[in-house]
């Protein structure tokens, strides 16, 4: 395991030749999700104890630790309080109980209804002719109303108190670390939709719903900053509260906002400080995994996955551990 207070995850389809490779890069944790094939893996809508077993079982056969699922998807009548809710939120604590007794601790999820995370271009060119996403609201914008119509944040809180009250108690009980990532962009509202998980004060009132060591947040620092804050300092609080169960690193360029931004190479100048950033990590005592996040798309890749090619994660690797090493012996 690393040497350093957080572990370094890589989100990757968890086949033999992606675990070797993590192994070789040095990351520890895997963050991934179980493939939708098999009865062994799915059972209807919920996840399967034995597919999440072998899973992990598989992961761990390498040297490494399965610790986050990003999966498990909230459905969306749930989100919009609608009816069959209560089934489909009965699915989702089994799901949860699985994850327990299959030892996978952590659950990253979401509270974002007809969209997911958002780009407008997935081409836009960077350093050296690497490539990355874009997001630009008035171009988004041109696209109209959903099907949804208008959904008032109102809406969204009364759906997220319900779902919490119900499933928080459950995956405390599995011993399971729910993981609330922000909205991507977090600007509310986007055509018309709303999103809550927009400011680190939406995240306290979020924690503050059910208060439980198991509800707590993925800092998603790409999104945090997008929110125009301090994030060092936002780090040393969530980090402090004992609620920041996971994390991803990555910024994005300099002056951008949720209305209008770029991402960047990790060791690029950005809009945040990245070694203040990692300081407040380590020195508020995080210890949870951590993931690179949204790296370019380099030289000889393929953009089939914008965000998620292989040599741009792994050159941020590099630099998370290069800045682990630089703190902790400065220390």
Not at 24 to 36: D, E
Not at 68 to 83: C, S
Not at 230 to 243: E, L, N
Not at 310 to 327: F, N, S
Request: net charge negative; hydrophobic share 35%; proline share 7%.
């Amino acid at each position: 395991m690393s040497k350093y207070p957080i572990g370094i995850g890589f989100l990757t389809p968890a086949t033999p030749e992606r675990l070797r490779y993590m192994a070789q890069m040095g990351a520890t944790h895997v963050v991934t999700s179980l493939p939708a094939e098999g009865r062994r893996n799915r059972q209807g809508d919920i996840w399967a104890f034995e597919g999440m077993l072998a899973q992990r079982k598989e992961i761990e056969s390498y040297g490494l630790k399965l610790s986050v699922y990003e999966g498990v998807p909230v459905p969306e009548r749930v989100k919009l309080g609608q009816d069959g809710r209560d089934e489909d939120i009965e699915n989702y604590c089994e799901s949860i109980r699985n994850m327990g007794r299959a030892g996978v601790p952590i659950l990253c999820y979401n509270w974002m209804v007809g969209f997911g995370w958002l780009r407008t271009d997935f081409s836009t060119p960077a350093r050296g002719g690497a490539v990355v996403t874009t997001y630009r609201h008035e171009d988004f914008e041109r696209g109209g109303p959903t099907r949804l119509g208008n959904v008032p944040e109102d809406q969204l809180w009364d759906s997220l108190e319900y779902f919490l009250k119900a499933v928080v108690p459950v995956a405390e009980e599995a011993g399971v670390k729910l993981a609330m990532h922000p909205d991507d962009p977090p600007r509310s509202p986007i055509r018309g939709i709303g999103r809550i998980m927009t400011s680190p004060e939406n995240f306290q009132r979020m924690l503050d719903l059910v208060d439980s060591p198991a509800n707590g947040l993925t800092f998603c620092q790409g999104c945090f900053t997008e929110m125009n804050i301090d994030v060092p300092k936002w780090i040393r609080h969530f980090a402090g509260t004992g609620k920041m169960h996971f994390a991803h690193y990555r910024n994005i360029n300099k002056g951008g906002s949720a209305d209008h931004f770029s991402e960047t190479f990790h060791d690029e100048e950005g809009e945040t400080d990245m070694y203040e950033a990692m300081k407040a990590y380590i020195e508020s005592g995080f210890s949870g995994p951590m993931r690179p996040d949204h790296a370019p798309t380099m030289e000889g890749e393929g953009n089939d996955h914008p965000g998620y090619a292989l040599q741009g994660r792994l050159m941020a690797v590099g630099y998370m551990k290069g800045l682990m090493e630089a703190i902790v012996k400065a220390g």
